[in-house]
């Protein structure tokens, strides 16, 4: 439970009249998401970062220094939620709020997964602190960290970390705890952090993808609360009929928000959310974030009123924050959009906690960067490599003249199991672009052994060259394509010298380079240098013969433990249907 320090005197004095209030807000529209009306000529006071009064006239709180603000008839509407997402990645929290913010994000739920696979609870310690400051509200999910990745286990959270880290208010429960992970793990550890979020009056967020019936019943019992696992119209019913919430994705990983058009008319809709699941630097700055989600949804013929619902009262009672956030009423934080109609979902005013931190579409409120610890700039743990490091002796298949591929699927992120004959040269399996046959090599950053993988890929497409990056979903290593050892040892080597990066080689010569040295995931470097820097490493790779959509997603989530059906660990390919690990 947190910490209520609206309700004092003072706001109730206020309230009364018998107080000035600091701010209000008259003669607007009232989107009003208890009652799911808009109700006009309503007005606002706001004392500190509180509401103290809404209704058709607050005259009797204004005060001689009063800031009054004329909605004229504007939608005076509560902040937005993203229910969930991913910001610990790519860039300084900073400078992803210049984009955020203008669109009416007041409040954010996030994974930190990545500061977890970082340095564990001290990487999450040190995000905790570098969102502490900022003028609009991060609550963070501690991350499950399920990984196929051995070399990881290490990092993993603890059960005791897990109970000290949730006294905080900021934290507000287990991050998606991957169903597999959760009812199917013979060790039971995730469920044990389930057990240990739910006694602590706090929530679980799930990932239920490909889990039906009896499974996802089973995940439902063991404790998860949600899922933004859903695809299809189907998937939404099934998991609303058995309790969860939902979250629809509609960012830069899926977009499956016209999934509820279908159900729009027909079932209520109060535990639907809308979020992003994160965001890339491309799609933050030419799109903005979380409004144009909204906006989507109205377009798509959602009323207005239902799709606010979604991402404010929505996600603030399903994560137990009603009674501090999700509408305008009093008590609650003065989060709070000026929008110019009914169906333009972005702000011409933004307000979080009774400040105005963005009018006119931009940031109007210092942003300024929280210097890192030292251990974040010290998290990749590997020796340079030796060119003759990844060569792969005709021994590694046996006798039938065959082996075991990754083989990429269409949409880029799901990978298959394959075979492919193979064509030996002076004793070695190499790879074989024009039959789009590659290396692909693993190397795990934490022990300080360096332990890795050389396996092949089909799909990748590339025909020159090689990439690496850090970036790797669910795991600590270095992930990287090629197709010949040369650039990828050229590549790998850059992403350990920077410490973490993401690289392109071309004949020994480095096409893109793109450190990202704050825990092998967060750059220094501007967001809008890492967005172009990005454009061009898609750009060369699709020049150099790939035709995939999103190219780094495709590379960083090769060691996902999130997507079936084949991954890439230091121990070999990880199988999820077979639940082990198999090399050649």
């Given at each position: 439970m947190f910490t209520h320090n609206a309700y004092n005197r003072d706001l109730v004095e206020v309230a009364l009249g018998r107080?000035?209030?600091?701010?209000?807000?008259?003669?607007?529209?009232?989107?009003?998401?208890?009652?799911?009306?808009?109700?006009?000529?309503?007005?606002?006071?706001?004392?500190?970062?509180?509401?103290?009064?809404?209704?058709?006239?607050?005259?009797?709180?204004?005060?001689?220094?009063?800031?009054?603000?004329?909605a004229d008839?504007?939608?005076?509407?509560?902040?937005?939620?993203?229910?969930?997402?991913?910001?610990?990645?790519?860039?300084?929290?900073?400078?992803?709020?210049?984009?955020?913010?203008?669109?009416?994000?007041?409040?954010?739920?996030?994974?930190?997964?990545?500061?977890?696979?970082?340095?564990?609870?001290?990487?999450?310690?040190?995000?905790?602190?570098?969102?502490?400051?900022?003028?609009?509200?991060?609550?963070?999910?501690?991350?499950?960290?399920?990984?196929?990745?051995?070399?990881?286990?290490?990092?993993?959270?603890?059960?005791?970390e897990v109970r000290e880290l949730l006294e905080d208010e900021r934290v507000i429960g287990l991050g998606e705890s991957y169903w597999q992970g959760a009812i199917l793990n013979p060790d039971d550890r995730v469920f044990s952090l389930i057990r240990e979020t739910l006694a602590a009056g706090k929530t679980v967020q799930g990932h239920g993808a490909g889990?039906?019936?009896?499974?996802?019943?089973?995940?439902?019992?063991?404790?998860?609360?949600?899922?933004?696992?859903?695809?299809?119209?189907?998937?939404?019913?099934?998991?609303?009929?058995?309790?969860?919430?939902?979250?629809?994705?509609?960012?830069?990983?899926?977009?499956?928000?016209?999934?509820?058009?279908?159900?729009?008319?027909?079932?209520?809709?109060?535990?639907?959310?809308?979020?992003?699941?994160?965001?890339?630097?491309?799609?933050?700055?030419?799109?903005?974030?979380?409004?144009?989600?909204?906006?989507?949804?109205?377009?798509?013929?959602?009323?207005?009123?239902?799709?606010?619902?979604?991402?404010?009262?929505?996600?603030?009672?399903?994560?137990?924050?009603?009674?501090i956030t999700g509408g305008l009423a009093p008590g609650r934080f003065a989060d709070i959009l000026l929008l110019p109609q009914p169906d333009i979902m972005k702000p011409d005013l933004v307000i979080s906690e009774g400040r105005i931190i963005a009018e006119g579409g931009k940031t109007v409120v210092p942003l300024p960067r929280t210097p890192y610890p030292d251990n974040l700039f010290n998290t990749v743990l590997v020796d340079p490599l030796a060119e003759d490091s990844l060569a792969v002796p005709l021994s590694a298949i046996g006798s039938k003249g065959e082996m075991r591929t990754m083989d990429i699927q269409p949409g880029g992120l799901v990978t298959r199991e394959g075979k492919v004959k193979v064509t030996p040269f002076n004793g070695m399996i190499s790879p074989d672009p024009e039959q789009d046959v590659l290396k692909i090599v693993f190397i795990e950053r934490v022990s300080g052994r360096g332990e890795k993988f050389v396996g092949f890929i089909r799909g990748w497409g590339q025909k020159r060259g090689a990439v690496a990056t850090s970036l790797c979903w669910d795991a600590s290593g270095i992930i990287a394509i090629g197709e010949n050892d040369h650039d990828l040892v050229t590549a790998i080597n850059r992403v350990i010298e920077n410490q973490g990066g993401m690289v392109l080689s071309v004949n020994g010569k480095l096409l893109a380079d793109v450190p990202f040295k704050?825990?092998?995931?967060?750059?220094?470097?501007?967001?809008?240098?890492?967005?172009?820097?990005?454009?061009?490493?898609?750009?060369?790779?699709?020049?150099?013969?790939?035709?995939?959509?999103?190219?780094?997603?495709?590379?960083?989530?090769?060691?996902?433990?999130?997507?079936?059906?084949?991954?890439?660990?230091?121990?070999?390919?990880?199988?999820?249907?077979e639940n082990d690990y198999v090399g050649l």
């Amino acid at each position: 439970m947190f910490t209520h320090n609206a309700y004092n005197r003072d706001l109730v004095e206020v309230a009364l009249g018998r107080k000035p209030a600091d701010m209000v807000i008259r003669d607007g529209v009232l989107l009003d998401v208890y009652t799911g009306r808009m109700l006009p000529r309503r007005s606002v006071a706001i004392w500190d970062k509180w509401i103290a009064y809404v209704g058709p006239d607050a005259a009797f709180t204004i005060g001689e220094d009063t800031l009054v603000m004329d909605a004229d008839e504007r939608i005076i509407c509560p902040g937005y939620i993203d229910s969930h997402t991913h910001v610990s990645a790519y860039w300084d929290t900073a400078d992803f709020l210049k984009y955020a913010i203008p669109g009416g994000t007041t409040t954010l739920i996030t994974e930190v997964e990545n500061f977890g696979f970082s340095l564990g609870a001290a990487g999450f310690r040190a995000f905790l602190d570098q969102v502490r400051k900022h003028p609009v509200k991060f609550y963070c999910l501690i991350p499950p960290m399920v990984t196929t990745s051995p070399a990881a286990r290490p990092l993993l959270i603890t059960q005791a970390e897990v109970r000290e880290l949730l006294e905080d208010e900021r934290v507000i429960g287990l991050g998606e705890s991957y169903w597999q992970g959760a009812i199917l793990n013979p060790d039971d550890r995730v469920f044990s952090l389930i057990r240990e979020t739910l006694a602590a009056g706090k929530t679980v967020q799930g990932h239920g993808a490909g889990a039906y019936d009896k499974r996802l019943a089973a995940y439902a019992a063991a404790g998860a609360l949600s899922c933004h696992e859903a695809v299809s119209t189907e998937d939404v019913l099934s998991r609303l009929e058995l309790g969860y919430a939902v979250f629809l994705r509609e960012g830069y990983i899926r977009r499956d928000l016209d999934i509820i058009l279908p159900l729009k008319d027909d079932i209520d809709l109060r535990r639907v959310t809308l979020s992003t699941d994160g965001t890339s630097p491309e799609l933050l700055i030419k799109g903005g974030y979380l409004h144009d989600v909204v906006q989507k949804a109205v377009d798509l013929g959602l009323e207005p009123v239902k799709a606010v619902q979604m991402v404010s009262i929505n996600p603030a009672e399903h994560l137990g924050l009603s009674y501090i956030t999700g509408g305008l009423a009093p008590g609650r934080f003065a989060d709070i959009l000026l929008l110019p109609q009914p169906d333009i979902m972005k702000p011409d005013l933004v307000i979080s906690e009774g400040r105005i931190i963005a009018e006119g579409g931009k940031t109007v409120v210092p942003l300024p960067r929280t210097p890192y610890p030292d251990n974040l700039f010290n998290t990749v743990l590997v020796d340079p490599l030796a060119e003759d490091s990844l060569a792969v002796p005709l021994s590694a298949i046996g006798s039938k003249g065959e082996m075991r591929t990754m083989d990429i699927q269409p949409g880029g992120l799901v990978t298959r199991e394959g075979k492919v004959k193979v064509t030996p040269f002076n004793g070695m399996i190499s790879p074989d672009p024009e039959q789009d046959v590659l290396k692909i090599v693993f190397i795990e950053r934490v022990s300080g052994r360096g332990e890795k993988f050389v396996g092949f890929i089909r799909g990748w497409g590339q025909k020159r060259g090689a990439v690496a990056t850090s970036l790797c979903w669910d795991a600590s290593g270095i992930i990287a394509i090629g197709e010949n050892d040369h650039d990828l040892v050229t590549a790998i080597n850059r992403v350990i010298e920077n410490q973490g990066g993401m690289v392109l080689s071309v004949n020994g010569k480095l096409l893109a380079d793109v450190p990202f040295k704050i825990g092998g995931y967060v750059s220094e470097e501007k967001i809008e240098d890492i967005a172009s820097e990005l454009t061009h490493f898609q750009q060369r790779v699709n020049e150099l013969g790939s035709n995939l959509d999103s190219l780094h997603l495709t590379l960083v989530t090769l060691t996902s433990a999130a997507i079936p059906f084949i991954r890439m660990s230091e121990k070999g390919y990880f199988r999820f249907r077979e639940n082990d690990y198999v090399g050649l």
